[in-house]
């Protein structure tokens, strides 16, 4: 049998995991000296509302090498093997918590596929897995398709400011400052194992043109797999992603989800992303 595992970023509700038969270890996030577990202690409408009245900018942590510990004994025990599709090794410690916890368990049938991504990005990356196992690929096999889409794999997401990105760490001075203009609206991207702002539009309705116009740029939509649309607090801002999925492109609807603390503390209240599949341009 194959297990898949990843982490709690990837943003998958409890309750489809559980029915996925998914296994998901947790990250953590902390307001000053309160520690929550992503996904677990905290829904994102609390967390958000938090987040907003917050004095400080939460910090979040990796999960420790014990967390993936206990899963891996217990593969190895059943005989199982895992793939572990986790958070871009850029952004996040886990998967190095992930590879200590697999050179202590001393066993071959455990294998880690850094995402080189987030949120909506390697919840897609995880369904691709999930769906390779139902196929009846091997695991060297599962690692190896991964490894490939990877490549062709993209999220892109408005946010309402980048206070948070900066104050996380996540993004430099001088993006920050470029992107708070006056009437500026970004948009971020993860290309290259790089976070960053990678392209700018006046208002809102020009940083949706500019996205779509991304996605463009990339080869445009595979519809072979789903699309993920997701948010921060507020459904509103993905309207016009669903409708462009939906009413432009004529694919199938959007998978929508809430996207979770980790990623949220970064983003900030009142983001949304769009995450996909592009065709192969090789």
Not at 30 to 50: K, S, W
Not at 69 to 85: H, I, Q, R, T
Not at 151 to 166: M, P, R, S
Not at 228 to 243: A, D, I, L, S, W
Request: aromatic share 8%; net charge negative.
């Amino acid at each position: 049998m194959i297990r898949i595992l990843t982490d709690s970023t990837a943003d998958f509700p409890a309750e489809e995991a559980a029915a996925l038969g998914l296994r998901v270890v947790p990250l953590q996030v902390n307001f000053g000296d309160d520690h929550y577990r992503d996904g677990v202690d905290l829904t994102p409408e609390t967390f958000y509302e938090m987040l907003e009245n917050a004095p400080k900018l939460p910090t979040t942590s990796q999960p420790s090498p014990e967390a993936f510990l206990n899963e891996f004994e217990d593969a190895k025990a059943a005989g199982d093997e895992v793939v572990c599709v986790l958070l871009a090794g850029f952004l996040s410690g886990t998967v190095q918590s992930a590879q200590i916890a697999k050179a202590e368990v001393e066993y071959d049938g455990i294998y880690i596929v850094d995402s080189k991504t987030a949120t909506l990005a390697e919840q897609l990356l995880v369904r691709r897995a999930i769906q390779r196992v139902q196929e009846g690929f091997t695991a060297p096999e599962i690692v190896a398709d991964l490894e490939r889409a990877r490549e062709n794999l993209h999220l892109f997401a408005l946010v309402d400011t980048l206070k948070y990105l900066h104050k996380g760490g996540r993004l430099p001075t001088a993006a920050a400052i470029a992107g708070g203009l006056l009437g500026i609206k970004p948009v971020i991207g993860v290309q290259n194992e790089k976070l960053g702002m990678v392209d700018k539009a006046r208002g809102l309705p020009g940083a949706y043109v500019a996205i779509f116009k991304q996605i463009d740029k990339v080869g445009g939509i595979d519809e072979d797999w789903p699309v993920c649309v997701g948010y921060t607090g507020k459904k509103q801002g993905v309207e016009p992603f669903m409708r462009y999925v939906t009413n432009n492109l004529h694919l199938q609807k959007p998978l929508l989800f809430p996207i979770g603390t980790v990623i949220g503390t970064h983003a900030g209240p009142g983001a949304c992303g769009i995450a996909f599949f592009s065709h192969s341009q090789q």
